[in-house]
């Protein structure tokens, strides 16, 4: 009992992996052997000429998807270098491994505090997986700037617009890693995401140039009476000083008297030194 019922489960595993075995190895079948045994014949008689269709130059940022009667042939893609494909049952797609920037256009986005702006953006990506690239998306570059444009409105739809002012690199740098985590299934690592403008209308401009006039003043009134109450703290402490000291206080007049002198070129009328009128008075009486 026990091997029957362990018999249709090994040929079901044996069937399975028989399957698995001829995906890998790209298995197919004898119409395609057959097809492909009359290209590589046709192409076979008719060297040299078949070598301009047979042979392609792949550049060193490059790699090229080959496919064979619809599959893709070896699971990896080929180049740099030369390739060998065969006339009618080979297709190749060439794919460029640089980076690739693009601008995202300007998207009119309404923020957490309600605030319609303008943003505009550029990503810089590259394809790290060819046949992923091919095989798994219809056309990846396309994709990847509808979804860059998406992620940017969904994002900053959520900010409110101060945080977007001010935390420029944080924003991006969230939208970097969802890109990445979204396009990696596509062979696809987004490097960098930069925001490049922020576009407000032209009443919130003047309302915020209004806002920050306003704080600027109040500052400069704080720092104005701030010095101010310093200087009288400084003058009451010197008028002490120098009300405990008469010759200090003889001294700071003729220091006033020869800045006066030294600053305009005029006549200057000043009275007696005190002192002087105060030793005439007591001899008077």
């Keep these: 009992m026990e091997l029957d019922m362990q018999a249709p489960i090994t040929k079901e595993k044996r069937g399975s992996r028989e399957e698995f075995v001829d995906a890998v ?14 290209s590589a014949f046709l192409a076979a008689i008719m060297f040299p000429f078949s070598i301009w269709f047979c042979v392609k130059v792949i550049k060193e940022y490059e790699r090229a998807v080959v496919f064979r009667l619809g599959r893709i042939t070896s699971g990896k893609a080929k180049g740099p270098g030369l390739i060998f494909v065969l006339p009618c049952t080979d297709t190749f797609i060439k794919v460029d491994l640089r980076v690739i920037s693009f601008a995202i256009p300007p998207q009119e986005i309404l923020t957490k505090d309600s605030v319609t702006t303008n943003v505009d953006g550029v990503v810089y990506y590259k394809i790290e997986n060819a046949i992923k690239s091919v095989a798994n998306v ?3 570059h396309l994709a990847t700037h509808q979804l860059a444009q998406t992620t940017l409105r969904n994002i900053l739809g959520t900010q ?4 977007i002012l001010s935390n420029r690199e944080e924003i991006a740098h ?12 596509w062979g696809v690592r987004v490097d960098r995401v930069e925001m490049r403008d922020v576009r407000l209308p032209v009443q919130m401009q003047r309302a915020m140039a209004a806002e920050a006039e306003a704080v600027r ?21 010197a008028s002490i000083v120098i009300s405990e000291s008469p010759a200090a206080l003889q001294l700071r007049y003729l220091q006033t008297l020869n800045t006066i002198a030294a600053e305009h070129n005029s006549t200057i009328v000043f009275p007696l030194p ?9 001899k008077n009486k």
Excluded: P, Y
């Excluded at 190895?25 to 009359?38: A, E, F, M, P, S």
């Excluded at 720092?223 to 200087?231: F, S």
């Design 160 to 163: 409110t617009l101060s945080s």
């Design 138 to 140: 219809n056309n990846v």
């Design 274 to 282: 005190i002192d002087m009128l105060q030793t005439l008075f007591h």
């Design 217 to 237: 003043e109040a500052r400069a009134k704080v720092v104005a009476a701030e010095g101010e109450m310093n200087a009288s703290r400084a003058l009451k402490e």
């Design 25 to 38: 190895k790209g298995d197919i079948g004898v119409c395609g052997w057959v097809i492909l045994i009359l």
């Design 174 to 185: 969230n939208i970097q890693s969802i890109l990445h985590t979204a396009t990696l299934q």
